[in-house]
């Protein structure tokens, strides 16, 4: 896809200025009776910061269910745009921040609210089903919303109910759904900037220098990397699958944000990033890192609590219509819990 990344406004701390920034971050949060919800691609310092001062570190669905569960009056949202959004949604009477919300997502940006109103009306009839990763005026035209967690469970839920889908916007996660159930489904078109530059040719080598190692991939990759994987799943599953699997080396295809969790859950394992393509404009072979998520740092988290910028809000209307789907979504998870 051909979507500018953002630039990069971060630098390289030194101890003394993480250790004060760190601090002082931590008092603010005590003080603006705020609590700190981090998206596990996050950077470590901002994953550390949020489960020491009692907030968490989860995917977009479970921060947003702590940020409305939590009596904190003030939610700071360290993930990218779409994720403040939800919050925001699910708790319209507290103040949403986030530390840079010029954090976007390369899958909103690929599928705009009127190319979606267009995409629904050209295939009248059809379920609209739309990934967790869309800004709030595509979920206030959809039906469902789903996570990676949930979204097998809730096409065949729908596919059994005889119901055809209108998928957006992550072609690669739509494909993996519609070859694990069956279902009738239309797919946009778009993928995720990290996800979709990993290399199948590249990770079979990466396979046969290590035999023993267990292949974790997120069903955002391609399908020819997924075929590889001995487990597919969300961040949350992927997690799981590091600590409770007896092997002790794992290659991972997802963000390599993901790599401070999976060590913490299991200690003395090792985790081997799965190998991307070269960017299609450097052409480097760098990290499997989103651009967006690393925009989230503790200099302009401390800058947003101090001066309350950053701030998030949804139009009354649009909220009332893409609460609709999420609470459909968060119902369904509850019953089958």
Known sequence: MNIPRPQDTTRALSPEERATLFARARSLLIEQDAVLVAHYYTDADLQILAEETGGIVADSLEMARFGKQHDARTIVVAGVRFMGETAKILSPEKHVLMPNLDADCSLDLGCSVDDFSKFRDAHPGRTAVVYANTGVGIKAKADWVVTSGIALAVIEHLRERGERILWAPDRFLGSYVQRMTGADMILWQSACVVHERFDADALRALITDHPDAMVLVHP???????????????????????????????????????????????????FLAAPIAPHPITGKGDEARCPWMGLNDLGNLVSVLETGRNEIHVEEEIRRRAVVPLDRLLAFSASRK
């Open 220 to 270: 955002e990759s391609p399908p020819d990397v997924v075929e590889l994987a001995h487990v597919v799943g969300s961040t949350t599953a992927l997690i799981d699958a590091a600590e409770k699997m007896s092997a002790h080396t794992f290659i991972v295809a997802t963000d390599a944000g993901i790599f401070h969790k999976m060590r913490q859950a299991a200690p003395g394992k090792t």
